[in-house]
């Protein structure tokens, strides 16, 4: 079986400063999915190089594989916490281990988790109708079971 760690190393030694690895599966039939990132976008051109690169250091001849190089999707949850800092002051649908839904605007991402502005409608005390009501909720990344970009067209 390929080797998952050796699939990574060969990534990273093609990335750009700006690019990244996001992920690496190797299946028990050696089916490859390398999934990459950039922080400013990445052309097919260099998921093309990519995979070039990394096909022509591994032997067929040793081991039959299948090798799928493609950049993580407009729809693909984010997976690294580099994913969250790239997407800062941007619309994105977070969901949480306890089952709640929330969209908002990505205010903080570290290394601890991230803070999400969030604004509903919400009859205020004394109001008798909904008003737009701005907050901001901290979540660490252990709270956050999937998010993701929101698409606008």
Do not use: C
């Not at 997976?79 to 306890?98: A, H, S």
């Not at 509903?120 to 999937?146: A, C, D, N, P, Q």
């Amino acid at each position: 079986m390929i080797d998952k760690a050796k699939i990574a190393e060969l990534v990273n030694e093609k990335l750009t400063e700006d690019q990244f690895l996001v992920d690496v599966t190797v299946s028990s039939s050696n089916v490859i999915h390398v999934m990459v990132d950039s922080d400013t976008g990445i052309s097919i051109n260099q998921i093309v190089e990519i995979s070039r690169f990394v096909e022509s250091n591994l032997d067929r001849e040793v081991e039959d594989f299948e090798l799928s190089v493609f950049s993580s999707g407009l729809s693909e949850p984010f997976r690294l916490v580099r994913q969250y800092k790239k997407n800062l002051d941007t619309e994105i649908e977070v969901l949480l281990t306890d089952g709640r839904k929330l969209a908002g605007l990505l205010k903080r991402a570290d290394e601890q988790g991230i803070d999400l502005e969030v604004t509903t409608k919400e009859k205020l005390e004394g109001s008798k109708k909904k008003e737009l009501v701005t907050r901001v909720h901290s979540f660490e990344y252990s709270e956050i079971k999937e998010a993701k970009k929101i698409l606008k067209f």
